[in-house]
């Protein structure tokens, strides 16, 4: 079995601050994704990589940037917080595009 | 584009009261669906997939039936626990290779002793 670790778990940032989330994977899987969870809105694609150095945009990518710094780590930065971003962030991995694990979350709050 | 839909945004029932979640899709392929449940202060994990090859999924006592004809993939449970509670979601995945899962809204079950 393996993990997927996300840190922090609880984020404050300040509205107009650029904010960095991290995700680890020890399944040693190919790809990974950034998914933002908000109340009755299920799962929104962010961003997803699916071998170390490639990007892609999900439907959600505005407002966001990531970076596949190695085959078990994927980051998210919020370029500049908004307050409607309070929400909780999950990073995924998969063998392919087959099933999804996830971590966690790291639930983001802008004062 | 596709879509789920979950109408349901909360259900709560007794234990040992039968569970009816529904799943409506919509997408011009037959695609993967599939339910993930989150469970609380955890990520979504999978509970079950079915493709077209096989119609009906089943896992831990919960089990859903692809029906093409009225597009619908609903959760269903014949006797729930309190251990249940969670948040389900229903997803689709509109192609074999495709990374983008399309997920419901998700519906929160809570379960009462």
């Known amino acids: 079995g393996g993990i997927i670790t996300q840190t922090p778990k609880f984020l404050i940032g300040q509205e107009g601050q650029k904010l960095t989330l991290k995700c680890q994977q020890n399944?040693?899987?190919?790809?990974m994704y950034w998914y933002r969870q908000d109340s009755g809105k299920g799962l929104r694609l962010i961003y997803y990589?699916?071998?170390?150095?490639?990007?892609q945009k999900g439907d959600l990518s505005e407002g966001y940037d990531a970076s596949r710094e190695k085959k078990s780590s994927f980051s998210l930065t919020v370029t500049s917080a908004q307050k409607n971003e309070m929400a909780v962030f999950l990073c995924?991995?998969?063998?392919?595009?087959?099933?999804?694990?996830f971590g966690s979350g790291t639930r983001l709050t802008v004062l | 584009g596709d879509s789920v839909t979950q109408k349901q945004g909360q259900v709560t029932l007794s234990e040992d009261d039968f569970l009816f979640i529904n799943c409506t899709y919509s997408?011009?392929?037959?695609?993967?669906l599939l339910w993930y449940v989150q469970y609380p202060g955890q990520g979504p994990q999978l509970l079950l997939k079915?493709?077209?090859?096989?119609n009906k999924g089943i896992s831990r006592g919960f089990e859903a039936t692809y029906d093409k004809g009225t597009t619908s993939f609903h959760l269903q449970k014949a006797s729930v626990q309190e251990s249940d509670s969670a948040v389900y979601f229903c997803?689709?995945?509109?192609?074999?290779?495709?990374?983008?899962?399309?997920f419901g809204a998700g519906t929160r079950l809570k379960v009462i002793a």
């Open positions: 997803a689709l995945v509109d192609r074999p290779g495709n990374y983008k899962y399309v």
């Open positions: 990589s699916i071998t170390e150095n490639d990007l």
């Open positions: 079915v493709t077209t090859a096989n």
């Open positions: 995924a991995s998969s063998i392919g595009a087959e099933t999804l694990y």
């Open positions: 399944f040693n899987h190919d790809t």
């Open positions: 997408t011009t392929t037959y695609p993967t």
